[in-house]
Each structure stands twice: as structure tokens, then as C-alpha cells.
């Protein structure tokens, strides 16, 4: 067979099954989501928008691709007899490998994750589909078959892909004069309310008003008894930039139907900035705050962002270099007529006009923030419940408004013993004692880790309110978070306690006479314990506990030692301080030991309990539990 020959035949009709993960989508959109059948009017409109945006993105390299065809449109067509919906465009269009790729499984890396996320609840589940990008498949909701045709822009070729949507699709070569897509939903019984001239305007009105395309439909007139669709077009959408109009001539419910429009997700955002910028700069943003953490929200590489525009025309999606990564989480359009039309992602590096916009935008993300902390505080412990880890990533990386972002942080404490993250810093100084110059902090792997640290003991007994920071990237904010309002943070668990004013004189004077009396204890457990510890001393910080392990000033945590290490880095090597509280019965039973054998036991167990009790791991288990047989037996 000739290559000619073999290309033709391979391109015959020919039935393909789905990914296995489209199986289960498919089953999940058509039963979840039943009770909402007019978002499949939405989701079909938003793509053929977006083949919109990316042919004017192609064209900017190569207007040959318009084919004499620059005014982009969105079609939509009915037929009673035939009982179908038809939805067309003329934006870019599929080659038959991207329809593939596109339609025969899921189009974007995260299906694993996709799939993890499901609960069973359907209600729940439904929202998750948005963040996937997979519209399309809610054409099955009120379709019993799908047919889509499609042409790439520039090619010669089309091809006809076909479904009942039960496991498998066809695809074979088709004739199409114009590029684009057109896809015909066969309607199942019972779905007639979509071939009603009014109904499907209303439903473009409600759900698609804000898209920039004209979206047309044939005009209707009555006749003898019947409604007759004419040959004139009628734009049944606004079709003008939504983020260009006024404020005061958008609603409410057309702000949030951009946004889902935006975000592909199924809920509404929880709040939103809208600005027109002028004067040296001038752009226009409109930028939405989720309500609903996406599933991949902690993956620093995944593409994210803002759609970007210059003068109306779309040039960018996930522009990334127009908001900071702490920022990711955040959705919306950002229009600018100081960018060439043909910018590119290596121009948008260097830009000071993107730097710009930048700092703008996060201003007014920030300033949001601050109102709905301010003024909303449920809304916020909503949005801070979804992405609090992420901004505390804020500090490290943008410096110029690291105080800002500090006022939006919160944090658990002993004050609540809960941990809900509910206590801003600013809470924390209003409540501090008269003497106090120290915000206190600890870090632990866990809450109930720091909760329960033997480190506490002294705050808890004077009344001292403490943070509880047990997420991984708290200790990355206190890298760059050393003091807030004049306040140093300090760590209770680095370096020499010193409570300072609020340690009364005679405290200070049996501190030192406790710290004298146990002198030699506290060299014979050091000379005992040899290269395992920096060092041994009393502690001031215990009331219960025999002991602790604290990190010397400079060194690392060992919190920040054990999240280095199980993320397969090398942190720096540094060895612990211990604590002893010689008022304790375990301490005072240690100092009473004759036989060396026993007192190096307990002196070994007395360090691999301290360490247990931070969060720690034993190098040598087998030694410590050999050690307790022992001294139990």
C-alpha cells in the first residue's frame, strides 16, 4: 500500500475509546449535574469564545489564518424536527490530533488529581469540574449524541468527531468550507425547552451577556399561529468587553457570570476589584478572589494567572508575570494599551510597564483584602481557611508590601487552644502584658505537635499568649518575618529564654541559685551525651516537663531540619541544646544515681524523650527502647 494510500485509509471513519477517566466524567456530568441543565448553553459558548481569543492570538504572527473572515462570531441554531442544537464558531478550529487529545481525554495534567478530589457528594462534585477545563462533556447532560465538525484555521482538512457519549467516539474526514466549530447536540427526550426561541436568549442573557463576540441567532416572527425563524441575524448578546463598560452599568450577577466565564468554575467568587488606571499607565482590571481553593492551588509550576488584553484584543492567557505567586490563586482579565499587540512572555519579563501594572494590581488585591478582613470577617475566614498557606508565602517575596501582607496573616494560639488560624498579629499586641516586647511563637509539624509542646509550660503558667504555627510554609514566613509593628518575633523554642520585664528580680535570683545548684548534674549529662548536644543547661521554660531540646539562636529550628529533610534536601547540620527542669522527679531521680550504667541510661532516655516531644525522630530506636527495657526491668 502506497503512503498515500495508507494516509487516506487511516483517516476513514474509525471508532476510538475514551480515556478511562472521561468514562467516569462523563457519568459524573450527566447524573451531578442534571438539575442545572443550562450551563451547557454557558460551557459551549465560553469555548467557542475562547477559539475566538486564540485565533486573533495566532493571527497577530500570521493573518493569513482570518481566510478573508476577520469578523469573529458565536452561532447558535435550532431545528424542531430534527431536534437538535446547534452551537458554531469561527475561531480556531481542531486538527483531527487535537481533537484527540482535546475531546478524547481529558486536556490538561491533574486527571489523577481530579479524581482523588471526588467525594460522593454531588452537590460538591460538580464544582470540581469547572477546574478542570472540562466543559464540553456537559453537552451529554441534555444530549443523547454529539456531533462536532471542526477545521483548523490554515488547513485544508476537516474532521467530524461523533458520540453517544457511553465509552467510545467516531471520527472520520468531513467537508467544511468555513475553519471553525460547529457542534450539533441531538437532544434527549424531555429537553425541548431548548428549542424555544426565547428560552435560549435568555438563557445566553443570563449566563453569556458579557462575551466580547456577538453571539447570533436568526430573528423569529410569528405566522399563522407559529414562531418562524427569518433570514436576518440578531445580536442577542451585549458583545462588548464587560471589564470596559462603567461600573455602575454592570450588575451583579454579570460580574459573577464573567467570572465563572473566566475561571471555569461553577460558584461564585467572593469578592472582586474593578479599576480603570490612567495617567502615565493606563489599563483597566477587573480580578476575582475564588471562593473555592483550586485542586492543584500548591503546585508552584502549573501555569495560572490573568487573562491578558491589549486595546480589547486577547493576547495571553495565565499571564503569570502579572501577579505574584503568592497571588496565584487569583482570576480575572487585565487590559492595557501600553503593550504592543504582539507581546510575548519574554517581553512581559523585562517590561517596566508589566512591572507596573503589577504593583497596581496587587495594591488593589491587597486593599480588598484589608476591606473584607475589616468589614466582612466571615468572608474572610472563608477565604483564609482556602488560601492562608498561600499567603503567607507573601513576605519572602514581595518586600515592598511585606507589612500589608503581615496585616492580612492569622494565626492559632493558646489564647483559643483551637486551630482555627482566626488571630492577626495585630489581635496578638493588643492582648500582650504591659512588660511584654515579644510577639512568642513556636513551630511544629503538626498542631497538636505545638499545642502540646513542653516549651509552653512557662507562657501558659504566666498568662502569655503564644502563636501555634504548624504549616510547612510558616517557617519560610519567618525567614523573612522577624518583627511587625515594632515587635520583634521570637521564637520559644531558639536560644536563651529571656522573658525579660516580665520575670520579676527574686525570680531571677532563684533562677541563678537553681542554675548553681545543679551545676554538676548538668556537666555529668553533657559529658554523658557527648557529640549528641551543642550543649546542656537548666531550664526556666519548664514547670512539668524533665526536659527540652531548643535550637541555639542561629541555628536552625528542628522543625525546619526535619521539612528540609523530608524534602530530600540537606539542611545544615545542628545539633540541639538540652533543657533540664531539675525540680522534676525524672531529673532529681537522674542526680540520685550512683551506678554510671544507669545514670548514662537515663540520661540517654531523658534527651530521646525531649526530642520525641518536639516532633522528632529517634536515629537509634532500637538503643532507646533496649535503654527503657532496661530501667523498667
Given amino acids: 500500500m502506497s503512503t498515500e494510500a495508507a494516509q487516506k485509509n487511516s483517516h476513514q471513519k474509525q471508532s476510538m475509546a475514551f480515556q478511562a477517566e472521561v468514562k467516569q466524567l462523563l457519568q459524573l456530568m450527566i447524573h451531578s449535574l442534571y438539575s442545572n441543565k443550562e450551563i451547557v448553553l454557558r460551557e459551549l459558548i465560553s469555548n467557542a469564545s475562547d477559539a475566538a481569543d486564540k485565533l486573533r492570538f495566532e493571527a497577530l504572527a500570521n493573518g493569513a489564518l482570518y481566510e478573508n473572515d476577520s469578523e469573529l462570531k458565536i452561532r447558535i441554531a435550532f431545528d424542531r424536527d430534527a431536534r437538535t442544537l446547534t452551537i458554531s464558531d469561527n475561531g480556531i478550529g481542531m486538527s483531527r490530533d487535537e481533537v484527540i487529545a482535546n475531546i478524547g481525554t481529558i486536556a490538561k495534567s491533574g486527571t489523577k488529581e481530579f479524581f482523588n478530589a471526588l467525594t460522593g457528594d454531588q452537590a460538591k462534585d460538580a464544582n470540581l469540574i469547572g477546574q478542570f477545563g472540562v466543559g464540553f462533556y456537559s453537552a451529554f447532560i441534555i444530549a443523547d449524541k454529539v456531533t462536532l465538525t471542526t477545521r483548523r484555521a490554515g488547513a485544508s482538512e476537516a474532521v467530524r468527531w461523533e458520540s453517544a457519549g457511553e465509552g467510545e467516539f467516531t471520527l472520520e474526514d468531513a467537508d467544511k468550507a468555513s475553519r471553525g466549530t460547529d457542534i450539533v447536540l441531538h437532544l434527549r427526550e424531555g429537553e425541548d425547552e431548548f428549542l424555544s426561541d426565547w428560552k435560549l436568549k435568555s438563557i445566553i442573557r443570563k449566563y453569556s451577556d458579557h462575551i466580547i463576540l456577538p453571539i447570533v441567532m436568526k430573528k423569529t416572527e410569528w405566522k399563522d399561529g407559529a414562531e418562524i425563524a427569518t433570514d436576518e441575524d440578531e445580536t442577542v448578546n451585549k458583545?462588548?468587553?464587560?471589564?470596559?463598560?462603567?461600573?455602575?452599568?454592570?450588575?451583579?450577577?454579570?460580574?459573577?457570570?464573567?467570572?465563572?466565564?473566566?475561571?471555569?468554575?461553577?460558584?461564585?467568587?467572593?469578592?472582586?476589584?474593578?479599576?480603570?488606571?490612567?495617567?502615565?499607565?493606563?489599563?483597566?482590571?477587573?480580578?476575582?478572589?475564588?471562593?473555592?481553593?483550586?485542586?492543584?492551588?500548591?503546585?508552584?509550576?502549573?501555569?495560572?494567572?490573568?487573562?491578558?488584553?491589549?486595546?480589547?484584543?486577547?493576547?495571553?492567557?495565565?499571564?503569570?508575570?502579572?501577579?505574584?505567586?503568592?497571588?496565584?490563586?487569583?482570576?480575572?482579565?487585565?487590559?492595557?494599551?501600553?503593550?504592543?499587540?504582539?507581546?510575548?512572555?519574554?517581553?512581559?519579563?523585562?517590561?517596566?510597564?508589566?512591572?507596573?501594572?503589577?504593583?497596581?494590581?496587587?495594591?488593589?488585591l491587597l486593599a480588598l483584602l484589608e476591606d473584607m478582613a475589616e468589614n466582612k470577617p466571615e468572608d474572610y475566614a472563608r477565604f483564609y481557611k482556602e488560601f492562608g498557606r498561600v499567603l503567607k508565602e507573601g513576605p519572602g517575596e514581595d518586600f515592598a508590601n511585606k507589612d500589608r501582607i503581615a496585616g492580612l496573616l492569622r494565626f492559632a494560639s493558646t489564647k483559643a487552644d483551637s486551630d482555627v488560624q482566626d488571630v492577626s498579629l495585630k489581635d496578638y499586641i493588643s492582648r500582650m502584658q504591659p512588660e511584654q516586647d515579644a510577639i512568642y511563637y513556636i513551630t511544629a509539624d503538626s498542631f497538636s505537635a505545638a499545642q502540646h509542646s513542653p516549651h509552653l509550660e512557662i507562657f501558659r503558667k504566666k498568662g502569655i499568649e503564644v502563636l501555634l504555627m504548624s504549616d510547612r510554609v510558616d517557617e519560610w514566613l519567618l525567614g523573612s518575618l522577624t518583627e511587625f509593628e515594632g515587635k520583634k518575633l521570637q521564637s520559644i523554642a531558639k536560644g536563651d529564654l529571656d522573658l525579660g520585664k516580665l520575670e520579676s528580680d527574686t525570680e531571677k535570683e532563684i533562677q541563678k541559685k537553681i542554675e548553681e545548684e545543679a551545676k554538676t548534674l548538668v556537666e555529668k549529662i553533657k559529658q554523658t551525651l557527648g557529640e549528641q548536644v551543642k550543649d546542656v543547661r537548666v531550664t526556666h521554660r519548664l514547670t512539668d516537663s524533665p526536659a527540652c531540646l531548643v535550637s541555639d539562636e542561629n541555628d536552625l529550628s528542628g522543625n525546619l531540619a526535619r521539612i528540609l529533610k523530608s524534602a530530600g534536601q540537606k539542611a545544615p547540620e545542628a545539633k540541639p541544646i538540652l533543657e533540664i527542669n531539675p525540680a522534676h522527679k525524672l531529673v532529681k531521680r537522674i542526680e540520685a544515681e550512683s551506678a554510671e550504667d544507669v545514670f548514662a541510661n537515663l540520661a540517654h532516655v531523658l534527651f530521646d524523650q525531649a526530642l520525641l516531644a518536639e516532633g522528632g525522630t529517634l536515629e537509634d530506636p532500637a538503643s532507646f527502647v533496649k535503654r527503657m527495657n532496661s530501667l523498667i526491668s
Fill in 239 to 364: 458583545a462588548s468587553a464587560l471589564w470596559a463598560r462603567s461600573k455602575n452599568d454592570i450588575t451583579e450577577e454579570e460580574y459573577q457570570e464573567f467570572y465563572k466565564h473566566v475561571s471555569h468554575d461553577f460558584e461564585n467568587p467572593l469578592a472582586y476589584t474593578h479599576s480603570r488606571v490612567e495617567g502615565k499607565q493606563e489599563y483597566i482590571s477587573l480580578l476575582y478572589i475564588p471562593g473555592k481553593a483550586p485542586f492543584d492551588l500548591y503546585d508552584r509550576e502549573r501555569s495560572h494567572g490573568i487573562k491578558l488584553y491589549v486595546k480589547r484584543v486577547f493576547i495571553m492567557e495565565d499571564a503569570e508575570k502579572l501577579m505574584p505567586q503568592y497571588l496565584r490563586f487569583v482570576r480575572g482579565v487585565i487590559d492595557t494599551s501600553d503593550l504592543p499587540l504582539n507581546v510575548s512572555r519574554e517581553i512581559l519579563q523585562s517590561s517596566r510597564d508589566v512591572e507596573a501594572i503589577k504593583a497596581g494590581s496587587v495594591k488593589k
